[in-house]
């Protein structure tokens, strides 16, 4: 259902991991994240700002879809600098987006009359039938409103950048240029200087692990903490203090022993002469009168309706049938012929029954009445019904005595709790970005951002009720905060001591490629030690890292056999000789047309990303804040780790 808006979600996701999981996940973790601009501008587009705390707020944001989607992720890789400015570069793209397009009322109907179900309820005249429209959306469980603003809010980029990505195209000669340059293979050999091999052979002193701990300090800090109690107040919680009398269940059961019951379902069979509303007075006439025609033969012999719908029926689908519909409940059929055969008895022929559809002769051939439950049969459910109805009504008075309550006492829930009949609940070592396997009230955003407000730290007062689920208030308090501090040496030494490890033998094991690096160079004949030759390619990585087959293939195609050494990192070092270029196996015609494809969505999402760098110009738009740095491979990356 809706395939527009799911597309638009899928989307959505697709960049969201594309842009920023990687992101994490490849740069290294060496700062706090947090900018030193708390509270003022962060970037501005078109004249207009984005402030710290609406960053912050986008950013947590993120972090619980991405948590929503990835349970298992490690939270800390969501919140590395690099993660953050992710977000705010996708904040910044959001606006300059939005400040390009015009989404005019007319323009989101034109869009919405592009959907298959939507267009589907139009009635002759071209006009949507709003009745049938809205009850399309509340079988997804939505309303008009919603349903809009939420297509309004994934035009803007369709709108923008559609048009681009629409015209995207590359010539079959410079798609197969690019191709076989990207595919190409080579033959290479390899030695590999492991890190883990020299681990076992360092032996830090304590000097040397005190002197290291110095160094990297920042890599050692314990976050910001805090003990905190809170009460929540939701539907649950006031369902507790409703209570149901056996009068009022029975009044409800009575009320409501229809619905209770089921639908009721119906069976006709049906003759139609067509005559759509877009058809002439003169038709219509013409198609009524054959209708009247053929009520007063099945109204002279009734049994003959199967036959004379089989002969003059022009419903393709049921005339075969002798006009048979099946059964049907309410809501199934259009209105008129609905009201008609609701109002029959078994039986029973109508009389013409015009709808836009054109002229129908009805019989009604069964009923199909739901059973009525006993009243204790039904007492569970009324009883569960009736308690949730009174909670709702409830909900919004008890709302207002919880949220005036923990504003009016703000040193402590315990007056609240008392007058409501709350639980106060508690936690230890809660943060700002919760820890991964929390869910609830203690993984929301909103909840956290509250609680960590500088003046709930400082003066220890409750937060105002906070929003976090529909029907649900939340407040809170800290009881003891800690704040980030650096661990102290005999807390983190065996971590100490496993990172200075890491970050000596990486540095042993890039030193002694190095060193070979040079030798080969100087004296080709003598790499003996180098491995079996193997083929290489993007398509065939024979399972070796990236950044070896990166290497190898950007080495220069007019000087080999050539060296290139690559630092792994906190793997070690690597020395790859290049031997020679193997060429590209020619693909299959079917092949070679989908790698074009392909290379088609690279270039136009190229030409998008150049698009959107001129609307970037375009809206002067400025991002203040220092991008940054990715870690570079090697000690400084061990160490982050």
Request: proline share 5%; charged share 25%; net charge neutral.
């Amino acid at each position: 259902m809706f395939d527009f808006i799911r597309k638009h979600t899928k989307v959505t996701m697709a960049l969201l991991f594309l842009l920023i999981v990687p992101s994490f996940i490849l740069v290294g973790m060496n700062s706090s994240g947090r900018s030193g601009n708390n509270s003022g501008v962060v970037a501005v587009v078109d004249g207009k700002d984005i402030t710290q705390p609406e960053w912050d707020q986008a950013h947590q944001s993120e972090v619980q879809r991405i948590r929503g989607s990835m349970p298992s992720i490690d939270v800390k890789l969501l919140d590395t600098p690099q993660a953050r400015y992710a977000t705010l570069e996708r904040l910044v793209r959001d606006r300059v987006v939005a400040a390009a397009a015009h989404v005019t009322d007319d323009y989101l109907a034109r869009e919405l009359q592009k959907i298959p179900e939507i267009a589907a309820l139009k009635t002759p005249d071209g006009k949507l039938d709003m009745e049938r429209y809205r009850q399309l959306l509340a079988s997804q469980g939505m309303t008009p409103e919603i349903f809009e603003a939420n297509v309004k809010a994934s035009l803007p980029s369709r709108q923008v950048l559609g048009g681009v990505g629409a015209s995207g195209f590359s010539t079959a000669a410079a798609a197969d240029l690019s191709l076989n340059a990207y595919f190409e293979k080579r033959e290479i050999q390899l030695a590999r200087f492991e890190a883990a091999d020299l681990a076992a052979k360092l032996v830090p002193t304590e000097a040397d692990l005190e002197q290291f701990y110095k160094a990297n300090e920042k890599f050692f800090q314990a976050p910001e903490q805090a003990n905190i109690e809170y009460l929540v107040l939701d539907i649950e919680t006031v369902k507790k203090s409703v209570t149901v009398n056996e009068a009022d269940l029975k009044t409800y059961y009575e009320q409501n022993i229809q619905r209770l019951s089921g639908t009721e379902e119906r069976r006709a069979s049906h003759i139609l002469i067509a005559a759509p509303k877009t058809a002439s007075a003169a038709d219509r006439e013409k198609a009524k009168a054959k209708a009247e025609e053929l009520l007063a033969q099945v109204k002279k012999a009734p049994d003959s309706f199967a036959d004379v719908a089989r002969k003059n029926s022009q419903d393709t689908g049921s005339a075969p049938a002798g006009g048979d519909l099946d059964f049907f409940a309410r809501g199934s059929m259009v209105k008129p012929f609905e009201d008609a055969a609701f109002a029959m008895k078994k039986g029973e022929i109508s009389n013409v029954v015009e709808s836009e559809f054109g002229y129908h002769i009805i019989k009604l051939t069964d009923v199909k009445s739901p059973k009525r439950p006993a009243f204790e049969e039904m007492k569970p459910q009324l009883e569960a019904d009736l308690r949730k109805q009174e909670a709702q009504k409830k909900f919004a008075e008890i709302a207002d005595v919880f949220t005036n309550g923990v504003y009016e006492q703000p040193d402590s829930l315990k007056p609240v709790a008392d007058k409501l009949k709350l639980e106060i609940k508690s936690a230890s070592n809660v943060g700002r970005v919760p820890r991964a396997g929390v869910a609830g009230v203690l993984a929301n955003p909103k909840f956290l951002g509250a609680l960590f407000s500088p003046d709930a730290i400082e003066k220890k007062r409750n937060t105002e009720a906070i929003e976090t689920a529909p029907s649900q208030l939340v407040s809170g308090r800290i009881t003891q905060y800690t704040p980030a501090r650096t661990q102290a040496f005999a807390e983190v030494k065996e971590v100490v001591r496993q990172r200075w490890v890491a970050q000596r033998s990486a540095e042993e094991a890039r030193k002694e490629g190095e060193s070979k690096l040079a030798a080969w160079k100087a004296a080709p004949a003598s790499a003996a030690s180098l491995a079996a030759p193997v083929v290489v390619s993007r398509e065939q990585t024979q399972k070796l890292p990236s950044s070896v087959i990166d290497a190898a293939l950007r080495a220069d195609s007019a000087a080999l056999p050539a060296f290139v050494g690559v630092d792994l990192g906190a793997q070690g070092y690597a020395v790859v000789k290049v031997n020679k270029v193997v060429p590209r196996d020619a693909p299959a015609e079917a092949a070679a047309k989908q790698e074009r494809n392909q290379y088609t969505q690279w270039w136009t999402a190229a030409e998008n990303l150049a698009y959107y760098n001129g609307l970037k110009e375009r809206f002067k738009t400025k991002i203040l804040v220092a991008k940054p740095a990715v870690a570079k491979a090697g000690a400084e990356e061990v160490v982050a780790r």
